[in-house]
C-alpha cells in the first residue's frame, strides 16, 4: 500500500536517480510515510471573463531519520507553488509549476515534547498552513510543542514567510490548547514584527441529546497595527446539529469598526467564511449570518442547500448568495461537489456561479 501512494512522487524521484539501483530506491524509501491531496476545480462565474480551472496536486512526505529525529517535507504541484491562480479557458492551456513548500526537521526525544526546525507551515488560527486547493502560510523558523496533559503550549518564531504583506518580517506566536469536560479550548497571540499584534480565543464542543448531535462555537479576536494603532476584531458563534440523516447550520458574525481579522487574508479561523463567495474576511463594521440544511440521502450521497446574508453597514455593499450542492463521495479517498447557485451584491444584478470540485486524498 505504501508503494502504491509512493508512486506518484517514487515517479519524480526516479527521474533524478537514474544511477541507482533498485535496492537502493527500495531502502531510501523503506522509511518514508507520504499522505496528501491532488485536487481540481471549475468555476464559472457569470460575469466574469471566462470559466476558469484550478489544478493542485500536494504531496507530504515523513522520514524517520533515527527514534528521535524525523525529516519533514512538501512537495506542491500546481498553478502556483502556495496560491494556485486560475486559468481562464479561453487561454492557452499552461504546465504546472513544481515547488517544495516545506523542509524541516522534527524532534521528539525530550519527555512530551517536540522541537520543529526548518521551513514549515504556520499553523495558528491566524493563517492556513495546508489547503487542497487554496494557498498556503510558509516560514523559515522554529516550532516547539508540549504536552501537559490536558493542556498543550505551543511556540514558534519564524524570521522569514510567505504571508502578504508582512513576508519578511519576524512573527512570533505563543498558544495554549485543552479540553475541559468534553470543551475544547484555545487561546493565541501572534506578534508580527513592525506591523501588527493580534490574540484571538476560542470554544467548541460535541453534544448528542436524545438522538440529536449538537456542534456549538464561539470564537473573538482582535488585531492591532502597530502604525496607527487601529483595532480589528471578528466575532462569530455557530451550532452544527445533525438527527438521522438531516443536519443544519447556523452562524453569526460581527466585525470591528475597522475591518475583521485577516492576517493572511485567507480562510483561517480568525475569519468567518463558512459557504462560497460571501465571508467575513475584508468587511468593516459588518454582519453576516450562514445557514444551511442538508440530508444524506444515501451512504455517499449528500444533498444541501446553503444561504449566505452580509450586511456591509460600512460599505454598503451588502451580498447575498444561495446556492444548492450536490457531494457525491465514491470512495473513502475520493470524492467530488458539484454548486450552482445565485450571488447578488447591492445595487447589482443577480449573477449565477457554478462549481465542480474534484478531489483525491492519498
Known amino acids: 500500500m505504501k508503494i502504491t501512494k509512493l508512486s506518484m512522487v517514487a515517479a519524480l524521484a526516479v527521474s533524478c536517480l537514474s544511477t541507482a539501483s533498485a535496492k537502493d530506491l527500495a531502502e531510501a524509501i523503506k522509511n518514508v510515510d507520504v499522505s496528501g491531496t491532488a485536487a481540481y476545480r471549475y468555476n464559472d462565474y457569470e460575469g466574469a471573463s471566462d470559466a476558469s480551472n484550478n489544478y493542485k496536486i500536494a504531496a507530504t512526505l515523513k522520514s524517520k531519520v533515527n527514534d528521535d529525529i524525523t525529516f519533514n517535507s512538501r512537495i ?66 522554529v516550532l516547539a510543542t508540549y504536552n501537559l496533559k490536558p493542556l498543550t503550549i505551543a511556540g514558534a518564531y519564524f524570521n522569514q514567510s510567505n504571508i502578504n504583506n508582512v513576508a519578511g518580517k519576524d512573527i512570533a506566536t505563543v498558544g495554549i490548547l485543552g479540553s475541559f469536560a468534553g470543551i475544547n479550548a484555545d487561546a493565541w497571540f501572534i506578534d508580527v514584527n513592525d506591523v501588527a499584534k493580534a490574540y484571538t480565543a476560542g470554544l467548541n464542543a460535541s453534544y448528542e441529546v436524545s438522538g440529536l448531535k449538537l456542534n456549538p462555537s464561539i ?8 502604525a496607527n494603532n487601529d483595532e480589528i476584531s471578528t466575532f462569530k458563534v455557530d451550532m452544527g446539529l445533525a438527527v438521522g440523516i438531516i443536519d443544519a447550520y447556523l452562524g453569526y458574525g460581527k466585525s470591528g469598526k475597522n475591518g475583521a481579522v485577516a492576517l493572511d487574508g485567507n480562510s483561517s479561523d480568525t475569519t468567518f467564511d463558512q459557504h462560497w463567495r460571501v465571508g467575513l474576511i475584508d468587511q ?78 492519498f
Open 76 to 141: 506542491i504541484i500546481g498553478d502556483g507553488t502556495t496560491s494556485p491562480k486560475s486559468i481562464n479557458t479561453n487561454d492557452a492551456d499552461t504546465e504546472a509549476k513544481f515547488g517544495l513548500s516545506e523542509a524541516n526537521f522534527s524532534y521528539s526525544g525530550l519527555n512530551n515534547a517536540t522541537v520543529t526546525f526548518g521551513k514549515q507551515g504556520i499553523a495558528t488560527p491566524f493563517t492556513v498552513a495546508r489547503d487542497s486547493i487554496g494557498a498556503e502560510s510558509t516560514g523559515t523558523g
Open 219 to 226: 470564537r473573538y479576536s482582535e488585531q492591532d497595527y502597530d
Open 284 to 361: 468593516a463594521d459588518s454582519e453576516i449570518l450562514f445557514a444551511n440544511i442538508g440530508a444524506q440521502i444515501a451512504n455517499n450521497v449528500h444533498v444541501s442547500l446553503k444561504h449566505s446574508n452580509l450586511d456591509a453597514v460600512a460599505s454598503g455593499d451588502d451580498r447575498k448568495e444561495t446556492y444548492a450542492q450536490v457531494a457525491y463521495k465514491i470512495s473513502s479517498n475520493f470524492m467530488t461537489y458539484v454548486r450552482f447557485g445565485e450571488y447578488k451584491e447591492e445595487n447589482t444584478k443577480a449573477s449565477t456561479s457554478g462549481r465542480l470540485h474534484v478531489q483525491y486524498s
